[in-house]
């Protein structure tokens, strides 16, 4: 049974310009000891959908289930849900320097995080316990550095010490939200091996959220990849990579500077995401979308699975059969390529 | 940008920029009103380069490495420390703020931010029509006739002239911005990390219409960003920068194919592939530590506390940027131990990412 299962998560907030639907009927699974990527640009409800899970997005509506351990996150009282968080499930934000606080020290942070969690663990051994932390994600002299305020840390010890006090109680899930953007490559490679060996060590599930493919490339195990709200293909990573399905997935793919590749013209996807308070009718991708139907404009793709495989599934009415898929790709792009467009 | 890749004048031909000795120093604050402090941080020190006509430099390296402060020391929006700017066969050092004002038409910035670089109380069509204000060019009917022109021109609706720039999303903004720098015609275009702040699909967009309007008006740019694989995409040459010292500067494809800066080789190799089937720890050079304080740079070679490849005399030897292993004249390169071809380069055994020397 999967560690985490959300199934038809719907968040919509009500604005005075009319009611923003960020997450439109979510649903994927996380194991233990597996990573979970979720790709997808700015506003495509990637990070609302796991704030929510963790009771985070207040004023909004949310109907669905997210499973953790046989208990529903979403019909827990707060209570409840503040012994969930820290104590079993670890969050890490993207900006480093905004999530610790400034007036207290890294040390001090860490063991009011655990005593917050375990009352009868005495000051010392938690302080012995954030040592220990800091010195796991890689943090020099820890003994010493633990009584450090944020500012004296640089951008990736400060990522590291969030990741220290994520995983302080050893939780069993830590949600990543995207905890490398605001970083230099250099660092980002740091911080993510960090990531690697604590998995490795813990057995920890991760559910990583980003907007950069290559990151997803390297840790993720599965990925979900996300458009206007809602899923558009799911699959393991070489299948993402490889063999992916949706217009969507593959207009993501073909703007990416090829690495290693003779410099051409980068094939951007037309045009903007759409408004998440008036969303297009039928698939919400469709007024982007090289392949676009007639039925693509009214009616809206649920998950198929592609090429009989259970565990790739893509919200897309194009043809299922990957080799079938494939040529059809071959053509539409091959029409496409020789007449640069400038908008 | 040039079909293969070099610029056909590469040897020495028609230079635009070229920047000697250029230093840049900021004082540092003194944390006691009765002390005067004496420190100074080392934003740029010692950079000499060449940027030709019509081609893309590409200017890379972490987060403090003085790659948009030597930016603005060529535009002098900032005044220099040490060293010369000559644009297009003028020394400009020590021009003044009026003296300049005439050059502006031909150097122009775009920022990173789509956001903060656009006045929110101004109409596009103002913003755009500053550059044409500013320099007497075009008034009234004149002005908005070409203000619409150059939005045409960068793929915005020539109708969307009166709207504010809240009204645009982050990629269309990034086109005003373009569409401002572009408004006068000039020679050199430095771009601050134009795509860095944009999602992947709309990111293509920009790079598409920096590359056409590179062609269609011989345009010269500086492209700095943090992004390696844009950076390979686009520049024709690419510097790499560390600690404010150019490490290593060559033709784009010298640089991704055989970088001989250990710096350069840890870089592109921290870079992840969207390709899942490249075994991670298998290629990849975690650098230890972080990059040291430019108030007290490292004695020697800058990059020797973190390299896996210093010995003694790059503590004490500052490396010339000079053509290493046999390389050609353009590919320079400043370090006493460079990689050579095929050489596997390990990350320093027993050190684990952060160990090694504490922070600055």
């Known amino acids: 049974m999967a560690l985490l299962e959300v199934s038809d998560l719907h968040v919509s907030f009500p604005t005075p310009d009319g009611v923003v639907q960020a997450v439109r009927g979510l649903s994927f699974a996380v194991e233990s000891g597996k990573t979970l990527g979720i790709v997808g640009e700015s506003g495509s409800g990637k990070s609302v959908a796991t704030q929510t899970i963790m009771g985070l997005t207040r004023g909004a509506r949310v109907s669905g289930q997210a499973m953790f351990e046989g208990k529903d996150l979403l019909a827990m009282d707060q209570k409840a849900l503040r012994s969930v968080r820290g104590d079993e499930v670890g969050m890490i934000f993207q900006d480093p320097l905004s999530s610790l606080h400034p007036y207290y020290r890294v040390g001090w942070q860490i063991v009011e995080m655990i005593r917050n969690n375990h009352k009868d663990i005495s000051k010392a051994k938690a302080k012995q316990r954030a040592v220990e932390l800091l010195g796991l994600v890689g943090i020099p002299q820890p003994d010493r550095r633990v009584d450090d305020f944020p500012h004296q840390f640089s951008g990736g010890m400060r990522q590291r010490a969030m990741i220290a006090m994520a995983m302080s109680l050893n939780p069993k899930l830590l949600i990543a939200d995207e905890p490398t953007t605001a970083l230099d490559v250099t660092v980002q490679a740091q911080v993510l091996q960090v990531m690697r060996r604590l998995q490795e060590e813990f057995g920890t599930a991760i559910i990583l959220i980003t907007h950069d493919l290559g990151v997803v490339a390297e840790v993720a195990d599965d990925v979900v990849v996300m458009y206007a709200g ?70 809206e793709p649920p998950l198929f699975e592609v090429g009989g495989n259970p565990t790739h599934t893509s919200a897309c009415w194009l043809t299922l059969d990957l080799v079938e898929r494939t040529a059809l790709r071959a053509k539409v792009v091959g029409e496409q390529l020789p007449t640069p467009s400038r908008p | 940008m040039t079909e293969n890749g070099v610029p056909a004048d590469a040897a020495g031909g028609d230079v635009l920029v070229r920047v000697q000795g250029l230093k840049k120093y900021f004082p540092v604050q003194s944390t006691s009103a009765f002390r005067r402090s004496h420190e100074q941080v080392h934003a740029v020190d010692g950079v ?107 793929g915005l609706k020539p109708e969307h002239f009166n709207r504010f720039p809240a009204e645009f999303s982050g990629g269309q903004r990034q086109r005003i911005g373009v569409a401002r720098a572009l408004a006068l015609r000039p020679k050199l275009i430095i771009c601050d990390e134009p795509v860095s702040a944009l999602d992947v699909s709309i990111q293509a967009q920009i790079i598409n219409l920096l590359a056409d309007l590179q062609s269609e008006f011989n345009l010269t740019y500086i492209f700095i960003a943090h992004d390696l694989s844009v950076v390979r995409h686009v520049s024709d040459r690419v510097a790499v920068m560390y600690l404010g010292k150019i490490v290593e500067l060559a033709p784009v494809e010298d ?106």
């Open chain 2, 48 to 154: 000499d380069l060449e940027v030709f006509r019509g081609e893309t430099l590409g200017l890379v390296g972490e987060t403090g490495c003085g790659k948009s402060t030597l930016a603005r020391c060529i535009a002098r929006l900032l005044d220099l420390s040490e060293g010369h700017v000559d644009f297009d066969g003028r020394d400009i050092t020590n021009l003044s703020a009026r003296q300049m004002r005439p050059l502006r038409r031909e150097m122009q910035i775009i920022f990173q931010d789509p956001y903060g670089s656009l006045n929110p109380r101004r109409r596009v069509g103002s913003i755009i029509g500053d550059p044409f204000a500013l320099h007497g060019v075009a008034d009234g009917a004149e002005r908005k006739r070409r203000v619409q022109e150059v939005m045409e021109l960068v």
């Open chain 2, 255 to 360: 640089v991704y194919q055989v970088p001989r800066h250990p710096y350069s080789n840890a870089l592109l190799s921290a870079v992840p592939m969207p390709d899942p089937n490249q075994k991670v720890d298998s290629h990849q050079i975690i650098l230890s530590g972080d990059v040291p304080s430019p108030i007290n740079p490292p004695s020697g070679c800058r990059f020797h506390p973190r390299c896996p490849k210093a010995q003694a005399k790059c503590s004490v030897d500052d490396p010339a940027l000079i053509p290493v292993l046999g390389d050609p004249p353009g590919h320079v390169t400043a370090c006493h131990f460079p990689v050579e071809t095929g050489e596997v380069m390990e990350s320093r055994p027993g050190v684990i990412a952060g160990e090694g020397a504490p922070a600055a």
């Open chain 1, 230 to 299: 809602s899923a558009m293909e799911k699959a393991d990573r070489f299948e993402i990579f490889g063999a992916s399905h949706h217009p969507y997935t593959e207009g993501l793919l073909q703007s990416l500077p090829a690495y290693g590749g003779v410099r051409e013209r980068l094939h951007p996807i037309p045009g903007q995401p759409p408004s998440l308070i008036n969303l297009p009718g039928g698939c919400p991708f469709h007024p982007r979308c090289p392949y676009v139907m007639d039925r693509c404009r009214v009616e």
